[in-house]
């Protein structure tokens, strides 16, 4: 059974005797986490990378970055509901408070999609199937072990994000408890398709080369493995939570603010979670659809989130032991409205035309970068009797920290995972535009 007192403590990778004792004690070591992940390259630029519609033409639909703030919004409110609980519950935990465990959480949601490429899910979708699909990413799988082929074919963002927050070059270098709290399935790709027996295993949180850092990072905070996975840290379920209840109602409100879904059909699929709390009277008060819209969201988030708090104090016991692998909103009393509203999105959002048209265009964008980029490196370390002009100056684009000299035919591995980070880590718009200088269909300044 998982005690929170190890669970809860701070602790880094790579910590120095001289960063134990931090000068600046306003601020805890969780919000530092926070801090770190707001003001780095790979946070920022989610500014333009798809949450629904990729390349939105208005300046009111959400992006990845937006979304990641409400998510950690709401983390901080269901953090710090149970950490109240915990801290009264618990007398081990009486030198923190509530405001540090909302922070671990608020830190965690921050990042949950950090790790995500262009054009949001059909993004993971294109780089795994290069992999498995293309000729010049079938090429590698020789030069590969089988764990580290999974990983090319299952790429997955919240693995991804894991490795930002960690890897050596650029990881931001956060507290184990906020590196938990955010691994949603703390499992590698290769054992992805043979055991899904838990729902918190149904995809993966890291790759193969950073299974021994979440072996560390469970070590230390006391996280048990089982079977080919650990358990879930106990706030990796808030997380999930305030990720679940942002997607749902904000992509609703988006999806009505564009005319997918009428508003009188939004307002009452509002109106079914709140229930005695809504008043039709009081919503005629506003007079633009803007602002219905504004009010019950709120209102029916906060509902959501009191909701989702109490059945986690309820079930804290099953969720330390590890006998509770379900999402908080699947046992909420509004599980059922929400179902609604999920099925309502996937028929009139997700599946939209819009949405679809632009998905399939990231497709193209994404295989047509990794192919270029894929072949140039093949050729220079595996075929050098091909390696060609075109190449080089295909190469000559990677980004100034892709140092070429740091990498041989011996290892590639690190090759691939280094052109996934460039590729995965640039914008919506970035890819585009330079997809369409690659391919010849745009000359700079033409």
Same mark, same amino acid.
């Given at each position: ?19 134990s ?47 990641s703030?409400?998510?950690s ?17 618990y007398?081990?935990l ?17 990042a949950?999609?950090?790790g ?5 899910h059909?993004g ?13 990413g ?53 054992f992805?398709?043979k ?13 193969s ?5 979440y ?10 493995s ?44 509002? !109106?079914?979670?709140?229930?005695? =709390?809504? %008043?039709a $009277? +009081?919503?005629?008060?506003? &007079?633009y659809?803007?602002? #219905?819209? *504004? ?14 708090a109490?059945?986690f ?23 059922g !409205?929400?179902?609604?509203?999920? =099925?309502? %999105?996937? $028929? +009139?959002?997700?599946?939209? &035309?819009?949405?679809?048209? #632009?998905? *399939?265009?990231g ?13 140039a490196?093949y ?23 892709f140092?070429?000299e740091?990498?041989d ?16 880590g ?9 997809y ?7 000359l700079?300044?033409?």
């Amino acid at each position: 059974m998982m005690k929170w007192e190890q669970l809860l403590r701070p602790g880094r990778f790579e910590l120095k005797e001289s960063q134990s004792s931090p000068t600046d004690k306003s601020r805890s070591e969780f919000d530092r986490d926070y801090d770190r992940i707001i003001f780095s390259a790979p946070f920022r630029n989610l500014q333009d990378k798809t949450q629904v519609f990729p390349l939105p033409e208005h300046d009111f639909v959400h992006t990845r970055l937006t979304h990641s703030l409400e998510v950690s919004s709401v983390g901080r409110s269901l953090g710090k509901i149970v950490g109240e609980h915990l801290i009264h519950k618990y007398e081990e935990l009486s030198d923190l408070s509530s405001t540090e465990i909302g922070a671990i959480v608020a830190a965690a949601a921050l990042a949950h999609d950090i790790g995500n490429p262009p054009f949001g899910h059909a993004g993971e979708e294109a780089i795994s199937d290069f992999f498995k699909f293309h000729a010049y990413g079938r090429v590698w799988k020789n030069h590969l072990s089988v764990d580290a082929w999974e990983d090319m074919v299952n790429f997955e963002g919240n693995a991804q994000g894991f490795r930002m927050l960690t890897a050596k070059n650029h990881g931001l270098k956060i507290n184990f408890a906020t590196l938990a709290a955010f691994t949603k399935y703390p499992r590698p790709s290769l054992f992805v398709d043979k055991d899904k027996s838990r729902r918190s295993q149904k995809k993966f949180g890291f790759f193969s080369d950073q299974s021994e850092h979440y072996t560390l990072l469970a070590d230390q905070l006391g996280i048990p493995s089982d079977k080919n996975a650990y358990l879930r840290h106990p706030l990796a379920f808030l997380v999930e939570a305030a990720d679940d209840i942002c997607y749902n109602i904000i992509d609703l409100e988006d999806g009505c603010t564009l005319g997918l879904v009428n508003l009188e059909e939004s307002i009452q699929l509002m !109106a079914n979670i709140l229930k005695d =709390k809504f %008043s039709a $009277e +009081k919503l005629q008060n506003y &007079k633009y659809p803007s602002q #219905k819209l *504004a009010i019950l969201r709120a209102l029916t988030i906060g509902k959501l989130i009191e909701e989702a708090a109490e059945v986690f104090i309820e079930r804290e016991h099953e969720i330390l032991t590890g006998d509770f692998d379900k999402a908080l909103t699947d046992c909420i009393p509004s599980s059922g !409205a929400l179902a609604v509203i999920q =099925k309502l %999105s996937v $028929e +009139k959002i997700y599946r939209s &035309k819009p949405v679809l048209e #632009k998905e *399939a265009a990231g497709f193209q964008v994404l295989e047509g970068l990794l192919e270029v980029f894929s072949k140039a490196l093949y050729h220079k370390y595996y075929q050098p009797e091909l390696y060609s002009g075109q190449d080089k100056s295909i190469l000559r684009l990677l980004p100034e920290d892709f140092d070429l000299e740091e990498y041989d035919g011996e290892n590639a591995y690190a090759l691939l995972r280094a052109l996934i980070d460039f590729i995965s880590g640039i914008t919506d718009k970035y890819a585009l535009s330079l997809y369409r200088k690659v391919k010849g269909i745009a000359l700079p300044g033409a």
